[in-house]
């Protein structure tokens, strides 16, 4: 009877044993798995706002502003951006005038550019002036609701959008509000090469005339020296999420 007594102990207390060793394997994979998904989405998300601002070449924002929130109001700066991202992409929708040797964008394709990137439609749209030398680039008719671009024009070089590589150095959500701080690779063999404005030119001893190769160079020097860049100004963007769509409110260069 002792022998049968003790034997139950015995394997009540090694069962004991067995269901807390299981419970404390679940929990940890259960906590695991929550931290997997917490993390899955954040980086999820930060792919997404990537790829928001690669779409509207939101990047070359740091050609025009130093700090700016976006509130329904119409400036030069996201006008030649909008110009510069539809004129790019869209060719198919830029009608030729065979008896003027002009070409012309509708309205409606800037509403949308503004609606999908920064939420808001403007109420009055204007001429985009070309920073480079303070001239009419682009003629809007507000009779037509079409924009022109001006022949008369000088041609000349001037900033686009798009860049290399990227590095996120900071990323925080606050309610419906989403800020990241990025580090962007640009440049190109003539132009030379940058991080935000950081020259890195130089960085690189290349004899090839590759543009692939030498921006898998850059690419990798680049990823090898991101402390070399601590110092260096970061482009701050700041999202809003409404109805699952996110919008951008405001730009700023951050040390």
């Known amino acids: 009877m002792k022998t049968k007594v003790k034997n139950t102990i015995i394997f009540l207390v090694a069962l004991t044993i067995l ?48 700090n700016v929130k976006f509130n329904n ?16 992409i869209d060719d198919s929708d830029t009608n030729h005038l065979e008896d003027t040797n002009k ?12 609606s999908h990137a920064y939420g808001f439609i403007p109420k009055d749209y204007k001429n985009i002036i070309c ?7 682009v003629y809007y008719n507000k009779h037509t609701k079409k924009f022109t671009y001006n022949d008369n024009h000088p041609g000349h070089g001037y900033y686009g959008s798009g860049y290399i590589d990227y590095y996120i150095s900071s990323y925080k959500k ?63 963007y700041v999202f809003q999420k409404v109805d699952n769509n996110y919008y951008l409110k405001e730009f700023h260069k951050v040390k």
């Open 103 to 114: 070409w012309e964008i509708d309205k409606s394709k800037f509403d949308d550019y503004f």
């Open 19 to 66: 269901c807390l060793s299981c419970y404390f394997i679940y929990d940890k994979k259960i906590k695991d798995d929550a931290k997997n998904v917490v993390n899955e989405t954040e980086e999820t998300t930060k792919k997404f706002l990537i790829n928001v601002i690669n779409e509207y070449g939101l990047d070359a924002l740091s050609y025009e502003y130093d």
């Open 174 to 236: 606050e309610k419906d509000l989403y800020t990241l701080d990025v580090l962007f690779l640009l440049g190109s063999p003539i132009d030379g090469y940058s991080v935000n404005e950081k020259d890195i030119t130089n960085n690189i001893i290349s004899s090839s005339d590759d543009i692939d190769e030498l921006e898998k160079l850059y690419q990798k020097y680049f990823k090898e020296h991101l402390d070399d860049f601590k110092n260096v100004n970061k482009y701050r």
């Open 73 to 88: 109001k119409l400036s030069n700066g996201i006008l030649y951006l909008a110009f510069n991202y539809i004129s790019k």
């Open 131 to 137: 920073k480079a030398d303070n001239e009419v680039l």
